[in-house]
């Protein structure tokens, strides 16, 4: 009769394990042709940072037209919708390297709390796409005066 020891995370199939996770995350992000691509859902990239009033949201969005770029908030939901179109090639020209995706993208995130979504502002240059989106009032932090009597 034989008897086994589990070894927990570090046992002798982790190495195995490991390597089966990182595979599978290279397979997903592989397309014949044009090699290792970026994971879909990821465009376009996203910085959001908060500066106690409003959500400030960077999107990288270069070469696009802006008026190309769809952008609704509802809530506490902000969703950007557009499309990269592929560049018309000249007659008998083909790619040597094609890394930049094209097509149809959409990206929907939920902000940590409610916006007022009749003064966002949004504002393009140099590629970045700027969305301001200030906090509703209601969501605004506010200090409550204690009465006493």
Known sequence: ???????????FFSP?????REMND????????????QRPGVYPALN??????????????PGLDPKSIDITVTGDTLKLKGERVLPELGEG?????RERDFGHFSR??????????SRVVASYKNGILEIL???????KQRKIEIKSS
């Open 108 to 117: 929907a995130l939920t902000l940590p709390e409610q916006v007022d979504n």
């Open 1 to 11: 009769m034989a008897i086994f020891r589990w070894l927990g995370e570090n046992d």
């Open 16 to 20: 195995l394990q490991r390597m089966q």
């Open 26 to 37: 290279m397979q997903s992000t592989y397309r014949p042709g044009f090699g290792l691509t």
């Open 133 to 139: 989106l200030p906090r509703a009032e209601q969501a």
């Open 93 to 97: 020209a083909s790619y040597h390297r």
């Open 48 to 61: 959001i940072y908060d500066d106690g009033e409003s959500f400030i949201v960077w999107a990288e969005v």
